[in-house]
């Protein structure tokens, strides 16, 4: 006898952190239950109305605040950014360029040329 394969599943922050949203920002019944892969794969799939909202407006958590910004999740720390943000408050930030943005823009740009650089040379 074989025995049926126990669903895999994970903790809301790890679904959340997979789904790419902020999970004080996602429904209580999601935050308090524990998502199985089989649920995952269906919001991936076919998202509800909250998860649409989420990803189109936010809040983002930090990392995708920083993907969103082109900058490093440090970089956000250094400027005093600890919460998560929003689509309009990210669009603001970019429209005004504070100058701390751009110098963290530039240090990303640094390290990505840096890193491309050594593995040109590991080729």
Not at 8 to 37: C, I, N, Y
Not at 76 to 83: D, F, S
Request: glycine share 6%.
């Amino acid at each position: 006898m074989t025995k049926a394969a126990k669903s895999q599943s994970m903790k809301p922050a790890t679904a959340a952190k997979k789904l790419g949203v902020h999970l004080p920002a996602t429904p209580e019944d999601f935050r308090e239950g524990v998502v199985t892969r089989e649920e995952l794969n269906a919001l991936l799939a076919d998202p509800p109305a909250w998860l649409v909202e989420l990803r189109r407006n936010g809040p983002y958590p930090r990392e995708e605040v920083a993907r969103k910004l082109g900058v490093s999740n440090s970089g956000l720390a250094r400027a005093g950014i600890t919460e998560a943000l929003t689509a309009d408050q990210i669009r603001e930030l970019l429209r005004t360029m504070p100058q701390w943005l751009v110098r963290e823009r530039a240090t990303q740009a640094e390290v990505r040329a840096e890193n491309a650089r050594l593995k040109g040379t590991r080729d």
